[in-house]
């Protein structure tokens, strides 16, 4: 089993920057390969942000390239994300996700607002 524990969101004026952190809690044995973050605003469907794989090979949704950056700490197994340049269509619930080629494990989700 896994648990995920978000951290970092809140309300942020345009222009802002916020760091949201993902700390896995694993119980038994599950080797993470990737590690990413999705949002979902009101009324959308969930979106994937950004994902760094087990390599340190990273992916960004072209909305935040440039301005958001993953990172994560295989010894920490935890996952973080540096959002700067905040715009007010980056608010959302963020949601973190670890998974590996057999299974899948969502955060409860954080919010972040950007206000203009």
Do not use: H
């Amino acid at each position: 089993q896994v648990r995920l524990v978000e951290s970092g969101g809140g309300l942020v004026q345009a222009g802002g920057s916020l760091r949201l952190s993902c700390a896995a809690s694993i119980s038994g044995f599950f080797s993470i390969d990737v590690m990413g973050w999705y949002r979902q605003a009101p009324g959308k469907q969930r979106e994937l942000v950004a994902s760094i794989t087990s390599g340190s090979t990273t992916n960004y949704a072209d909305p935040v390239k440039g301005r958001f950056t993953i990172s994560r700490d295989n010894a920490k197994n935890t996952v973080y994300l540096q959002m700067n340049s905040l715009k007010p269509e980056d608010t959302a619930v963020y949601y973190c996700n670890v998974k590996n080629r057999w299974y899948s494990y969502w955060g409860q989700g954080t919010q972040v607002t950007v206000s203009s």
